[in-house]
């Protein structure tokens, strides 16, 4: 009986190298699920991040385009102002003269 006795022991020594290499598969597999996890979560918060960023950027730009509006209203205000004050310093003008032709 030596001779089935020893087929069997490798028997089960090559049972259990299976089972440990299936085992480790597993595991390896598992590890790779997480894997892909993470990299999807990664994916997300990268996307997150980006969108962020984004709407930074666009209320910057709209920022800049409301400043840009408003001191272009400002040199506009200030253009008619100035016009205002050379109508007013040219009636003046012509009061004065008109006082001294009275006068």
Do not use: P, Y
């Not at 190298?17 to 994916?43: I, M, P, Q, W």
């Amino acid at each position: 009986g030596g001779a089935a006795e020893m087929e069997g022991a490798k028997n089960k020594n090559e049972i259990r190298e299976l089972t440990e290499t299936v085992t480790r598969l597993e595991k390896a597999v598992v590890l790779a699920e997480k894997a892909r996890e993470c990299d999807a979560e990664v994916g997300l918060q990268q996307k997150a991040t980006i969108g962020d960023l984004e709407v930074q950027l666009t209320s910057v730009k709209d920022l800049n385009c409301a400043a840009e509006t408003h001191a272009g209203a400002l040199i506009e205000q200030l253009a008619a102002l100035a016009k205002k004050v050379e109508e007013e310093r040219n009636e003046f003008a012509e009061l004065t003269v008109a006082l001294a032709a009275a006068t």
